[in-house]
T-cell receptor, first 116, second 110 residues
Framework: AQSVTQPDIHITVSEGASLELRCNYSYGATPYLFWYVQSPGQGLQLLLKYFSGDTLVQGIKGFEAEFKRSQSSFNLRKPSVHWSDAAEYFCAVGASGGTSYGKLTFGQGTILTVHP | DGGITQSPKYLFRKEGQNVTLSCEQNLNHDAMYWYRQDPGQGLRLIYYSQIVNDFQKGDIAEGYSVSREKKESFPLTVTSAQKNPTAFYLC?????????FGPGTRLLVL
């Protein structure tokens, strides 16, 4: 079965600073990887996804993520954070086959606070 | 507009009562899911359905039940057997490897 770990529960950055949110996954084959963002009391919005091909993925709102198979990681980055980026971020892995196909497994989430 | 509707946004339940959360989608997706969200635990899968009249338990199905009588509807019942039902519940549907999430229902036990 697949699993996802987000090591950082809470990260605080200053507006304009760079950001990196960590995500490590466990899955026996090539995974489908996702990053979602959630504002308080709201549903999830997809930031970006990786299925195959170029390991550097561009998403919405200026976010990007890099798939590193050797490290089982899919870290999310943004070069300059805006106050509106404050939210909770979730990394997720989807199975590409087998009995877990169609299931999306989430990490614990990372809460991002942005100081002015 | 196509999407997923969850109602109500807030739901209150007395201890010992069953309560049903609604989830409707007009995206024509075969697969639908229910997730529970608790602070610091991310989203955990309760039940999922890949096709009408069929569903499977997820990772935390105890105390919950579902039905899938229509393609567009996947209601979740939180039974009195669920010992800690207070949480945020998210419904989703998918096609291929694209998931779509509803706005969520917050369930509070009084």
């Amino acid at each position: 079965a697949q699993s996802v770990t987000q090591p950082d529960i809470h990260i605080t950055v200053s507006e304009g600073a760079s950001l990196e949110l960590r995500c490590n996954y466990s899955y026996g084959a090539t995974p489908y990887l996702f990053w979602y963002v959630q504002s308080p009391g709201q549903g999830l919005q997809l930031l970006l996804k990786y299925f195959s091909g170029d390991t550097l993925v561009q998403g919405i709102k200026g976010f990007e993520a890099e798939f590193k198979r050797s490290q089982s990681s899919f870290n999310l980055r943004k070069p300059s954070v805006h106050w509106s980026d404050a939210a909770e971020y979730f990394c997720a892995v989807g199975a590409s086959g087998g009995t877990s196909y169609g299931k999306l497994t989430f990490g614990q989430g990372t809460i991002l606070t942005v100081h002015p | 507009d196509g999407g997923i509707t969850q109602s109500p946004k807030y739901l209150f339940r007395k201890e010992g009562q069953n309560v049903t959360l609604s989830c409707e989608q007009n995206l024509n997706h075969d697969a639908m899911y229910w997730y529970r969200q608790d602070p610091g635990q991310g989203l955990r899968l309760i039940y999922y359905s890949q096709i009408v009249n069929d569903f499977q338990k997820g990772d935390i199905a105890e105390g919950y039940s579902v039905s899938r009588e229509k393609k567009e509807s996947f209601p979740l019942t939180v039974t009195s057997a669920q010992k800690n039902p207070t949480a945020f519940y998210l419904c989703a549907s998918s096609i291929g490897q694209s998931w779509y999430f509803g706005p969520g229902t917050r369930l509070l036990v009084l």
